[in-house]
């Protein structure tokens, strides 16, 4: 893949290169010139394809989403050369140009197995976790008004109505939600740590067992947003309780996968007890707060 990669950015260079000025190049370099960039994204696709599906879908769909990048990279350069007059190279070309050597160096930075995917997969779902957690914080520390940071203006109005602000009770429930948030933070920490500690992608069921992690691990962060979007006044309970509740059922499956897999050994099962408590916990007190909403 590495090689086919490094092709690819020396004929996106050819080509630019090619038309970046006067003279015309000729029908005949053209055509060769055309030849060599298609053989080289065939070479790039069917190098993808040889990828055995057994080695992890989770490094399949990474290797996937690189090997798009280069392909629609050079599509890119090609339209923008077709649409550029050949006084002088465009600004627009140099930068399509670059854009696909960015796309082929990135095969250096793709992971070598399963295992090293499923740890990357895992770290980009920890930072978006984070980040909605240290926003919430963030709003719930501002004071009253969790809107205080969008200007004033004629068009929105003052915001002098309830609908801007918690009240008491909102605070309360807000609370056992950020403990769900947090919960879910801690997860994710965790089960990073056990899977690269511990994972291994040596045979098919080891393999398969870090790609159920991945895709339901994958599912925590769009389940974090959905509560903390809910979180927000005018607060609905019963929509709090509904995301809550997604997202409780999601961490409590991730943790349960993790139980049963290769990557938790005895001695890293006190931790995954402790999260299953802390996330019924915190779902508990969330269910009393709403009980009036049913």
């Not at 992890?56 to 392909?71: F, I, P, W, Y």
């Not at 501002?142 to 801007?164: A, H, K, V, W």
């Not at 992690?213 to 947003?225: C, G, K, N, R």
């Not at 005018?234 to 991730?254: H, I, T």
Request: hydrophobic share 40%; net charge negative; glycine share 6%.
């Amino acid at each position: 893949l590495g090689q086919t990669f490094k092709v690819t950015s020396q004929e996106a260079t050819k080509l630019s290169l090619a038309f970046s000025g006067p003279p015309p190049t000729s029908a005949e370099d053209c055509q060769k010139l055309s030849e060599d960039v298609q053989n080289a994204i065939l070479a790039v696709a069917t190098v993808y394809y040889w990828l055995p599906k057994g080695q992890g879908t989770t490094l399949r769909k990474m290797v996937r989403d690189a090997t798009t990048e280069v392909v629609e990279g050079m599509i890119q350069l090609t339209e923008t050369i077709l649409s550029a007059p050949l006084e002088s190279l465009s600004q627009e070309q140099l930068i399509s140009t670059g854009g696909v050597w960015e796309a082929c160096e990135q095969v250096s930075n793709l992971p070598r197995d399963n295992q090293a995917a499923v740890v990357s997969a895992l770290a980009v779902c920890l930072g978006v976790v984070k980040d909605a957690l240290e926003e919430m914080e963030h709003a719930l520390m501002e004071g009253q008004d969790p809107y205080s940071d969008i200007m004033e203006d004629e068009e929105l109005g003052f915001r002098g109505n309830r609908d801007t602000y918690w009240s008491e009770a909102d605070r309360k429930l807000l609370s056992s939600c950020m403990g769900l948030m947090k919960a879910s933070k801690a997860c994710l920490k965790k089960v990073l740590g056990v899977v690269k500690a511990y994972g291994k992608a040596d045979s098919p069921e080891q393999i398969a067992q870090l790609d159920d992690l991945a895709d339901i691990a994958s599912e925590i962060s769009p389940s974090v947003d959905e509560l903390a979007l809910s979180m927000y006044p005018p607060v609905n309970e019963l929509a709090v309780r509904l995301n809550a509740a997604k997202l409780a059922s999601v961490l409590k499956k991730v943790l349960e996968i993790t139980k049963t897999s290769h990557v938790c050994p005895p001695s890293e099962e006190g931790w995954v007890q402790f999260l299953t408590g802390a996330v019924d916990h915190n779902m508990n007190k969330i269910k009393n707060f709403t009980q009036g909403q049913l």
